[in-house]
């Protein structure tokens, strides 16, 4: 049985205001303005989508402030953020939040010095925790997943199925790690000596500061010595990269496939794109984003956007892309003068 | 004991025709051209390798109709399509296919609420499988593998060892899986609110439509609402990424380390090579193909070949590549025209 | 309680020369020398960071030979390779190397017919290993690890928690596999029939030779037929795509998000950087390196550094780089020209 809101209470639910349409309408679901059917609500979040709210099928929409489109027949919701405000309505419609159910499943094998308290942690079936692992209250560790020897978790983290979490990382509290990812696994250290390649021993660890949110598939190696630190509220997709001894500010956003080298430091609230490298050692400052594909090769100070390989400020960086497609045009000038040219010097014999 | 096939059997097997040498020859195995011994079939597949002819140790080869090169002492045989035809001599020499062992394995952990045959699903070791499941018959769940909750798995799907397929995702018939891939995760969205990122939920489901094949370490976000949705027949290399609420068509071709950005649509037989890069929001029309390491920055509705960053149709995009190696001679020419022009002004002075 | 050790106690350890400094003067813990406390050792490894040396609060410091810089109050301890000698002193204050407690535990799947003395093998909770498995002494399969059919392992390798070795895998003695990483998967081959991409049956193998180590989360995949090859001592990164039927000869390093497309062959002491991408059926030569992010679509058979895509080498490849910047000034150049030209064609009329 789907549940219904009229328009009216989900505006409250929301917090927006119905600017038209009947309060007492029906709503029986949530949907994107290009796939909404009959009776749903929708919201324009990016103004590039603003087209599809004279063709949508929806029937009620969220609108920030600044919208002003005539929208006969549509009910229509103002809120100070559509995209933000929808999450309400995702929450309401949406499926139930799976509930947290503490205790250790039977099949999951727990040591002994292990110190968490198993009325407060939800320990999945196969997950593995290692000697002397400490775990916050509210934490879960999913199906399958691996909390290796002297790692310490804080309150209510949540280990997808099948991470691994490697021996003496540290996890501050709300720390969410998705499925396959590997922390604290080790750095990629080699000595060259006659030839053969020595490991260099990786003897630090990881440590994830309070909110951060780890995507799947991803690794970030444990420290030489010290530390490899991620801040406080910073995000991470999947599949990316983070180096020994690598450290990353606070609220910084790491997209998919981005891989950053050993001991590179990164200010608060830097912004990678997808697929973007970065060599080892530098200083990235505060609030510097990188676009997509960037190959970041040099110390970058400066806040603001930077794209390209190598990584220059965004106009520059755009104009470096586009330079090449002028060549066949100054080829052709420079031939026509020389063209030019050589016949002015005859008249000139 | 190695089996033996002699060449008329082996023209047969592939279904093809002994173009020359003994119908009773014996042949004892598969090989590459390059690796191939004596007693030995191999096939000439990539024309690249027709030199490799000429020097190979095997004793049989498959060829296209189109060869017309001589082999003394060969058996040569005539196949429509070698590459292909050469998969049934594989098939005869390589090793046995794993039998389908029906059943589950005591220590996998299956919710009674799961609904499948237990005599027509293969459950192997520690895998996991949550409430509310649905698998079809034919199906098996490897070792370690992770089926969350209320997922659906049609028939004769494979999930590979430690694979993880999260809540409600829905897989067709025939759907592979292979290794610590996680199709299901939680898109990558974020609302910032006075320098926090508020996490937006992630409602939607993954779903993958008959025949797909997902490599390893691959990662597919669920859709915010709604679903990202991988079309019929497509074939996913190892290492991609397909964001929140991407689509493919049918058919599409997806090699390894590509990303795909969120909301991103692609038609039907959609190519990528790898490490491509592909932004958000963009429509990508039927049969276009992006060359290794391209960066999409736009939509692309013409079918054909394209390549670089930003990806540009495969001649300007390859002529992009190479304008730049021509300013060291533009630089030279517009050097001599300067000089010239300079002796021809003096001149009239 | 932190151990301690003299001057010239670690400069013995080490195997160095204590060139200044009380050799009684005690160090309690090592350290980089941005972080280093009073009372830590440290180490100049890369020169970048000399001027660190000046600052630091390390109470000792490894140099080389070649370091004369005046450190009043610090000992100094003179070595061949500091970063090389610096590891004894991690070795002596890191945490203890985990004991190899030889074993299966009661939670491990072993095939009964899995060939190895359980009192010479460490086998974690929840490893499957399946039949004909044979595993060398000293070995160490790790929690929720999976050996497939007929792998063979050699003496004292390591496979990481949640690794995955596919059937009929071949590892050499002291290769170390780290977690989520998947040996011997299917590679991606396909024949495209009528609209239907039919797979190739992937037959062959991996053969991993003597002290190769792979990082987490990489993939290499198993030859169509035949092996992929990776060659003795050489060492992967994580988030690594090794295709079918590649190879890599002995001493390699294959650095982070690195992709290498199927049957490509690398010689020895091949060097890539990370996210480089290597085009199918190439033929790269011994002591080749390419740099990061670099797209190598040739052969490539002579030794050196390369850069770029298309790659180059290096000095024409970072030229390439920069050519586009040099197109502001040419086109000013071509203006000024087509300016004076004019003016002295007029004069001539």
Redesign the interface.
């Known amino acids: 049985m789907t549940p219904t809101i009229s328009h009216q209470a989900l505006a409250d639910l929301v917090g927006g205001q119905l600017l038209q349409g009947d309060p007492n309408g029906a709503i029986s679901g949530?949907?994107?303005l290009a796939?909404a059917q009959e009776g749903e609500v929708s919201f324009l979040g990016?103004p590039?989508y603003a087209p599809l709210t004279q063709t949508t099928k929806a029937t009620a929409i969220l609108v920030a402030p600044d919208f002003k489109d005539d929208l006969p027949g549509k009910a229509l919701i103002q809120v100070a953020?559509p995209?933000?405000a929808f999450?309400q309505a995702?929450?309401y419609f949406?499926?139930p939040e799976?509930p947290f159910v503490p205790g250790v499943?039977p099949?999951a094998?727990v040591a002994g010095s292990a110190q968490f308290d198993r009325n407060k942690v939800q320990v999945?079936?196969?997950a593995?925790i290692e000697e002397d692992v400490v775990i916050g209250d509210g934490s879960t560790i999913h199906?399958?997943a691996?909390i290796?020897?002297g790692a310490r978790l804080g309150q209510s983290c949540i280990i997808?199925?099948?991470a691994?979490i490697?021996?003496?990382s540290v996890l501050g509290n709300r720390v969410v790690i998705?499925?396959?990812?590997?922390i604290g696994?080790?750095g990629?250290g080699?000595?060259?000596?006659d030839?053969?390649?020595?490991?260099?021993?990786q003897?630090g660890i990881v440590q994830i500061d309070d909110?951060v949110?780890v995507?799947?598939?991803?690794?970030i190696?444990r420290a030489?010595?010290?530390k490899t630190h991620v801040g406080a509220?910073t995000?991470i997709?999947?599949?990316v990269?983070l180096?020994h001894?690598v450290s990353t500010g606070r609220?910084c956003?790491i997209?998919?496939?981005t891989?950053i080298?050993g001991s590179t430091q990164l200010g608060d609230?830097v912004v990678m794109g997808?697929?973007v490298?970065v060599?080892g050692?530098l200083k990235i400052g505060n609030q510097v984003t990188f676009l997509?594909?960037s190959?970041v090769t040099k110390d970058t100070p400066a806040a603001g956007a930077y794209t390209g390989?190598?990584a220059r400020p965004l106009i520059e960086g755009r104009?470096?892309?586009m330079?090449?497609?002028?060549?066949?045009e100054?080829?052709r000038?420079?031939q026509d003068?020389?063209k030019?040219?050589a016949e002015?010097?005859e008249?000139?014999v």
Do not use: W
């Not at 995507?215 to 690794?219: D, F, V």
């Open positions: 949530i949907n994107s796939e990016n590039k953020n995209t933000l999450d995702v929450k949406g499926p799976r499943h099949t094998v999945g079936p196969h593995v199906a399958g691996f290796g020897l997808h199925s099948n691994v490697k021996e003496r998705h499925s396959c990812s590997v696994t080790d990629f080699y000595q060259t000596v030839g053969r390649h020595l490991k260099i021993d003897v909110d949110e995507g799947s598939c991803t690794t190696d030489r010595f010290g509220g995000k997709d999947n599949l990269q180096g001894n609220g956003i997209v998919s496939q891989g080298s609230y997808g697929q490298g060599a050692h997509a594909k190959g390989y190598p104009r470096m892309l330079y090449p497609s002028r060549v066949p100054l080829t000038r420079i003068l020389e030019k040219l002015l010097a008249k000139l």
